[in-house]
């Protein structure tokens, strides 16, 4: 079978870019994969792609690259238009609503077409007018999946799939650092500062741990002073961004994951690879979507001020070990569910349902 993926670009640093790149390295054990990428940013893409996939770029926006016609977003569609019409696959994969909406309209007859979505559209009217002619919606949680089963108003079938996680072996925690850390963009929204201020706390009664935090972004500037006013140089790093997030977490004993607007569930999902306990926030935007709160996490009540909560579940688990250890064990068991190669199969049963449906 020809499997394609549509993705805005692969060459960025995003957990769903992530998440599309382990899934087809899953898939092209047995399929023939290709990824495509509407815009090339960069070089190379930030995460490594599996060599068996084959990856193209409709149009070259690297700094410094000239074109016969001017960059913009007429452009951009048509070349996602030609590349839509001419597309030889079996199966195409949308990764946001816009490329959803654009497969509907001018995908082939024949190709079946599926929406891969994580969050909820800001725009619906084409949303509604379009996408009952896709065959599809794949969903990362029943959570999310109950909103497109509203928003469709039952015109086209919802399902839930997990992300996938990178081939294995996955790197293991030995659980003995002294290290919290975090991993994501750093952007306005995802609650950074709550976490560097609940760590202040930390810090103030356990001085020989660390947080980490791991990725850019516009907030670095403001966080960077707010550890500075805070006094936390020694006990906050910030480490820059890496393609290898779960090879960082693994050198961890705690995760947190401090966002209540976004679930991070690529971030998430990494750490319970690695054998790593998630501390979060409860909320049904946030990290709930992916844990088991007591088995694999501990997750913290949302209410006016955070910090204080926060750094309480920090330090329950900076101060015992056995529980440490014991929520250890379900991230692992957690992570399983995650694995390339069961979620690649569950793909393939969805995918020959829907073929064999035409």
């Known amino acids: 079978m020809r499997v394609a993926f549509v993705l805005p670009s692969a060459y960025g640093m995003r957990g769903d870019v992530r998440a599309v790149l382990n899934l087809a390295g899953g898939l092209a054990a047995r399929h023939e994969v290709e990824v495509v990428s509407v815009r090339r940013t960069r070089e190379t893409p930030f995460f490594p792609v599996d060599r068996r996939v084959a990856l193209r770029w409709l149009v070259d926006a690297r700094p410094g690259v000239h074109h016969l016609l001017p960059r913009g977003q007429v452009r951009t569609e048509v070349a996602l238009w030609r590349m839509l019409r001419g597309l030889r696959a079996d199966v195409v994969v949308t990764t946001r609503p816009s490329l959803g909406v654009q497969a509907a309209r001018h995908a082939p007859r024949g190709v079946v077409r599926i929406a891969r979505e994580w969050t909820r559209p800001s725009v619906l009217g084409p949303i509604r007018r379009f996408y009952p002619r896709l065959d599809a919606v794949v969903t990362t949680t029943p959570g999310r999946r109950d909103e497109w089963v509203r928003l469709l108003d039952d015109d086209l079938s919802v399902h839930v ?147 204080e909560p926060l750094a309480g579940a920090l330090l329950t688990l900076v101060d015992d070990e056995r529980r440490r250890m014991a929520l250890a064990a379900g991230a692992l068991e957690s992570a399983s569910g995650h694995a390339a190669s069961g979620v690649a199969a569950r793909w393939e049963d969805l995918m020959y349902g829907l073929r064999s449906r035409d």
């Open 161 to 307: 799939i997990p992300d996938a996680l990178p081939q294995g072996p996955w790197p293991r925690s030995r659980m003995d650092n002294r290290i919290v850390s975090a991993g994501g963009r750093l952007v306005a929204g995802k609650s950074y500062d709550q976490l560097v201020r609940a760590f202040a706390i930390v810090a103030d009664k356990r001085p020989d741990w660390r947080l980490r935090l791991y990725g850019g972004g516009p907030e670095e500037r403001r966080l960077r002073a707010l550890v500075r006013d805070l006094a936390l140089h020694n006990h906050v790093y910030f480490m820059g961004t890496t393609p290898d997030l779960p090879g960082e977490f693994a050198k961890a004993s705690v995760v947190v994951a401090p966002s209540r607007q976004e679930a991070q569930g690529m971030a998430v999902i990494e750490a319970l690879s690695c054998g790593v306990p998630v501390v979060g926030y409860a909320g049904p935007r946030g990290p709930a979507e992916f844990l088991r709160p007591g088995l694999d996490s501990v997750l913290v009540a949302e209410g006016e001020d955070d910090v």
